[in-house]
Structures are given as C-alpha cells and as structure tokens.
C-alpha cells in the first residue's frame, strides 16, 4: 500500500525536482521518511538512513538523478522513445582521441544556470559524463521477455519435478523388478552358497525376476518336497545321468526355495527426469550466488535457505538412489530427502510474491493479526471444554481426551470427518453445542479479514489500472483549403 500510494506520487515525473531547492526536497523527504517508519514500524527517534538502506529506498534527491541517468542509458541502447532520444546526442570527436572510448555525451550551452541547469538535456548530460566509465559501458538491461522466458522456464521444471515424484508413486507409474535388480537386492548384506551365486551372475539382466521364477517353477513343479527330490535324483544317477545334469537339477532346486524380493520400481523415465531437473536447479542456484553481491543477504530469506536444501536433499537422494540397494527398492528414514522435494513448490510463491492480490494478503496478514490470535484462543478454548465434557460423557467411544480434541478440532472448523462422533444422548447434545459454537466463532472474526482484504484488494486494482493508463493524445484536424488565384 506504501508503494501504490506513497513511493508512486514520489516517483511521478519526479524528473523536474532535479535541482530544486532543498528546503522543497527535505519536505518530501519527509513524506519518505514517514513512509519508511510505517513500514518498518520504527520509532521516530531511529536515524532514518539505516531503515532505507534495508527498504533499498533512494533517498528523494537521488530519485531523479537514478531516473535521469535510466533516461540516458535507455536511449543509448535503443529502448527509450524519440522525443528523449532527440535530447540525448552522444559526443564523437572529429578526429581521434582518447576521450572517443568514454561513452561521453553532449553537454548542450545553456543562458540561464538556475533554470538551465534543470534542462533534461543539459542534467542527462552533466550526470552520464560523471559517471565512472566502467559502469557506463556495462550493458546490464534485461529485456522483459527474457524474463518472461525465464520464469516459465522455472515454473515449467518446477512442475515436472513435482510431477515426476506425485506420479512415479503410481501403480501404473511402476515395473517389475528385473532379474538384475532382484539379484542386487536379494544378495545385498545377504550370503548365499557359490552355485546360487554364480548362477544369478550369469542371468540376462533383460529379463524378468518374474519370468526366471516362472520357468524355474514349471520345470520343477512336481517335486513337493525334499524327499521326493532326494528319490527322483538317485534314480536319475542310477541310471547313469550326467554329473552336470544331476548338479543343475540340484541348483534349480536350491533356487526354488528362494524368494525373490516381490518389489516395483518407478519407470526409468523418472530418474531422467530427476536427474534434468536437479542440474537445471543446481546451475540456477550457482548462477545466483555468482552474481549475488552478498551471500550473506541472499541467505535471509527463508525461500532461498528453503530452496538450497530441497537442492542439496535431491541431490543426496539421488546418490543415495544409486549407491544403496535397499534405499533405492525399500521405504525407509532416508525417504524424507526424495519428499522434501515437494518443497520446491515455495519457488512458485517467489514467482507470485510481486502479483497484488498475494500482497494484499500479506499484508492483510499482518494487520489482522490480532484477529487471527483471537479465533485461535477462542478455537483453543472451546475445543478443551467440549473435547474434555466428551470425554468424561462416551468413555467407550472416545478412548482419551487426545482423542477427543480431535474431534473437538474437526467440529469447531466444520470439517466433521466423521471418524469420531458421539453416540449417546447427552454425548450428541455436547456435539450440536460444540458445532454451533464454532460456526460463531468462525462468522464473527473471518468476516473482518474478509472486508479488510476485499477493500485493499479493490484500492490496488484501481491504483493500478490509474498506472497503467496510457495517456490519450488529441490530434489536431487542419483543413487546409486551396489557394484562388
């Protein structure tokens, strides 16, 4: 609200307060230093130059010097209009000279010094040749398209990549382990004897577990125990079968009594998709901290702290993925690194933090306040008297007051999932008191967030749509009439 009302007035047209007077300029500085304090919610005897430099407030006399020189270099680069462009003449010398290098511009002769030094032709140029050269020729506009391009690229991957855990989660999202990964995961921290051993290293990886089971139990399907094996095999070597023969039989009949690990696995289209997006998010974060000019800074807000470790769970648990068999196939304690990345949802909020409405709403939050801690404590009040009455009234419904706040909770909000709910008589008249209660509650304090959001929410619109307003121009119709001769 600051912005649209205050810090807008400020920097309308505030081109034409270079070089006013400074008693004119500490008036405003005033109506800036107030803005600040309210913001900030600091007391008046706090110096005021700290608590801009955190806003990042230019103070009021160096607001028209920045959108000067913005004028100046927009210009230079093609970005500014024609009536500035024609005010702005850059400085080429007719022969060469080390000043033909300096980006320079023209400093136009003026007749008047009070009047004539306010000139935007005159203040652009005195300001640009001020500048340092190195911060002259930097070229660091970003066009808005690019930028465009940039957040939907992030908000492309950042949608894949809840996409790709939400689905892979899916039954029809999932395989049957092959022979291989069965293997691996059977004779992980598992010893078996060599033949079996041997015998699983030489399988084709392309396979089935399901398939090399299925052959194994059709072929030796009619031996229902060991003693009926032991009889059929000393028949075999009675009547002189081969030793390899007889040891494969007996290998088979190993492998029948071990129970491959019946697990799914998640398409290996997923693990691409992780893969692609953890690098696209890791060159993103180190691009940041390369161009950040304080680690330090970038590092109070919590949405970048948040989104550094999502980074580096996702990539811990992808490692881990690949080095440890049972963290890739079984459901574990290290599982919370592969779902913490549904954190990366807060990057949306980064993107959505300058949209109106979601200020509206945080700022409403913090106004509102009080209110909120109000229908909290009368919440809290409420769900302990009904949730304890319950309790002590349906012994055999409700096994503790635990228990009972729960459904005390469910009831106030008028959620009612319908897992608890009273039985008796004198248990069902707690209930109704309980839902009726909440709906009270609920309609005396939401109401006021509700007005105070939809009044802001409509002030914002209105200030904006007055923003973005383009200015009508009026075009002057001549008639001009054939000349009688």
Known sequence: MVNAVITARLDYGNCLLYGVSKALLDRIQKVQNTAARLVTRSSKREHITPILADLHWLPVSFRPQYKILTYVYQSLHGLAPSYIKDLIMEYKPTRSLRSESTSRLVVPKIRTKTYGERRLGWAAAFLWNDLPNDIKQKRIFISESFLQVYLGFIILFVLLSLASLSLSTLPIFQRKLT???????????????DDIENFFAKVKCDSSAEDVLRSIYLKYGNYTDDETFQED???????????????????????????????????????????????????DLILRLVTCPSIASYYKSALNVIDTVVLICGILGYVLEKVLINFTYDRGDLDILVYLQQLRVFRLIRVVQNVAAIKVLAFCFKTNI????ILMLFLFVGVNIFANMLFFVE?????????????????????????????TFSGRIIGSLCAVSGVIVLALIIPIFVNNFLALYELACLLQKEKDRKPKTKTLKIKVEPSKF
């Open 233 to 283: 095999i000393k028949e075999k070597e009675a009547s002189g079968m081969g030793k390899e023969y007889i040891n494969e039989m007996k290998l088979k009949w190993k492998l029948k009594k071990i129970s491959l690990p019946n697990k799914s696995a998640r398409l290996k289209v997923f693990d691409l998709i992780d893969l692609i997006v953890l690098v696209v998010f890791a060159v």
């Open 370 to 373: 009080k209110e909120i801690l």
């Open 395 to 423: 012994p055999k419904n409700i096994s503790s007051i635990p228990q009972a706040w729960w459904w005390g909770i469910i009831t106030m909000t008028t959620v009612g999932y319908g897992d608890l709910y009273p039985v």
């Open 179 to 193: 022979i291989c990964e069965a293997r691996d995961l059977l004779l992980y921290n598992h010893k078996y004897e």
